[in-house]
């Protein structure tokens, strides 16, 4: 029996910093590097990985090179989230690392799901005509040959925050709103931007069914999102939703409900443990699963007014793993 880890972790913002500004890397990698090791990741999704340049050279993933190092992921090919047909983004990549073989990578943003036209209804000035509303950021499916010699389909996410998206003429600052309506209307457009990337999420994993419907899915990242909401379960597909039990075998299953519950949570906002990052598997995998972690021990509350990075240089996100054998 092989066994193999998967791990999804958001590492916050993970870059380098000017000089005289703080944490510096050394001192966030001081930290987040037993984290690394801790996971024993053969498999790893990692969200919100920044770019770094250096002069002559086109834009790479170097902080987390140098996070990986000395850890068994070191030197493992990193697969990215890319500007088209260039660099690795500046801000928030996606990466999937393992020293597995990968066979194919795609990239999508509005690809399976067209940008909305919405008119802004709060905006100063209002807005004369719709306006485009877009994906933010990109899924990432990458395709690995396991061990046994089969596929597994890995699926990055990273969805729209529930920070207001902005509205034109109602922010006064970037924590105080002119009007309750424009805070609603940009919460209304967060969510509409969230929900955009679980449709794009599903329709992929169907599109991914539709070719082999014996196929190993993982979808696994930061979903901002709760388990019971909308978003998710949309990804999920329960038969209690869809009404249909010819469709059983496309139902995702959350193996964070394997984890007790008071444990289940990987952030800790206004004194409340919250489930924002999730690993979902087709059914197929449940002959493999064995169990899943989430590493929150250490988790401090991030919407306190004192835990800034300076003080918490970790991520405020804890990992998840889920363990799998395979003949």
């Given at each position: 029996m092989v066994e193999l880890r998967i791990a999804t972790f958001n590492l916050e913002n993970l870059d380098e910093t000017a000089p005289g500004e703080l944490p510096t890397l050394p001192e966030r990698i001081a930290l987040m590097r037993?984290?690394?090791?801790?996971?024993?990741?053969?498999?790893?999704?990692?969200?919100?990985?920044?770019?770094?340049?250096?002069?002559?050279?086109?834009?790479?993933?170097?902080?987390?090179?140098?996070?990986?190092?000395?850890?068994?992921?070191?030197?493992?090919?990193?697969?990215?989230?890319?500007?088209?047909?260039?660099p690795v983004y500046d801000q928030r990549n996606l990466v999937v690392v393992t020293h597995l073989p990968v066979t194919r990578v795609e990239q999508l943003r509005n690809d399976l799901v067209a940008p909305v036209e919405y008119r802004r209804l709060s905006a100063i000035p209002p807005d004369a005509a719709a306006v485009e509303i877009g994906i933010e950021r990109p899924i990432l499916h990458v395709e690995i040959t396991l061990p046994d010699g089969s596929t597994l389909h890995v699926i990055n996410v990273h969805w729209k925050s529930?920070?207001?998206?902005?509205?034109?003429?109602?922010?006064?600052?970037?924590?105080?709103?002119?009007?309750?309506?424009?805070?609603?209307e940009g919460s209304f457009l967060s969510s509409m931007k969230r929900m955009a990337q679980a449709l794009e999420t599903r329709r992929l994993i169907d599109r991914i069914l539709d070719d082999d419907p014996d196929a190993q899915i993982v979808v696994a990242g930061d979903?901002?999102?709760?388990?019971?909401?909308v978003s998710v379960t949309?990804?999920?597909?329960?038969?209690?939703?869809?009404?249909?039990?010819?469709?059983?075998?496309?139902?995702?299953?959350?193996?964070?409900?394997?984890?007790?519950?008071?444990?289940?949570?990987?952030?800790?906002?206004?004194?409340?443990?919250?489930?924002?990052?999730?690993?979902?598997?087709?059914?197929?995998?449940?002959?493999?699963y064995r169990g899943s972690e989430i590493h929150n021990e250490l988790l401090h509350d991030e919407s306190a007014a004192f835990a800034v990075d300076l003080k918490f240089p970790e991520s405020d996100h804890a990992p998840v793993v889920g363990t799998f054998q395979f003949v």
């Amino acid at each position: 029996m092989v066994e193999l880890r998967i791990a999804t972790f958001n590492l916050e913002n993970l870059d380098e910093t000017a000089p005289g500004e703080l944490p510096t890397l050394p001192e966030r990698i001081a930290l987040m590097r037993p984290q690394i090791l801790r996971l024993r990741a053969d498999v790893a999704c990692f969200q919100e990985v920044h770019g770094q340049e250096r002069p002559g050279q086109p834009r790479a993933l170097l902080a987390l090179a140098e996070l990986l190092r000395e850890t068994p992921l070191q030197g493992a090919p990193m697969t990215s989230t890319r500007v088209q047909g260039g660099p690795v983004y500046d801000q928030r990549n996606l990466v999937v690392v393992t020293h597995l073989p990968v066979t194919r990578v795609e990239q999508l943003r509005n690809d399976l799901v067209a940008p909305v036209e919405y008119r802004r209804l709060s905006a100063i000035p209002p807005d004369a005509a719709a306006v485009e509303i877009g994906i933010e950021r990109p899924i990432l499916h990458v395709e690995i040959t396991l061990p046994d010699g089969s596929t597994l389909h890995v699926i990055n996410v990273h969805w729209k925050s529930k920070i207001p998206t902005d509205i034109p003429g109602q922010r006064v600052n970037a924590f105080t709103w002119r009007t309750a309506d424009g805070w609603a209307e940009g919460s209304f457009l967060s969510s509409m931007k969230r929900m955009a990337q679980a449709l794009e999420t599903r329709r992929l994993i169907d599109r991914i069914l539709d070719d082999d419907p014996d196929a190993q899915i993982v979808v696994a990242g930061d979903f901002n999102a709760a388990p019971d909401e909308v978003s998710v379960t949309a990804v999920r597909g329960d038969v209690e939703n869809t009404g249909n039990p010819a469709l059983v075998s496309r139902v995702l299953v959350p193996i964070e409900q394997t984890v007790p519950e008071s444990a289940r949570f990987t952030l800790y906002h206004q004194g409340h443990g919250e489930m924002l990052d999730h690993m979902l598997i087709t059914r197929n995998l449940l002959a493999h699963y064995r169990g899943s972690e989430i590493h929150n021990e250490l988790l401090h509350d991030e919407s306190a007014a004192f835990a800034v990075d300076l003080k918490f240089p970790e991520s405020d996100h804890a990992p998840v793993v889920g363990t799998f054998q395979f003949v």
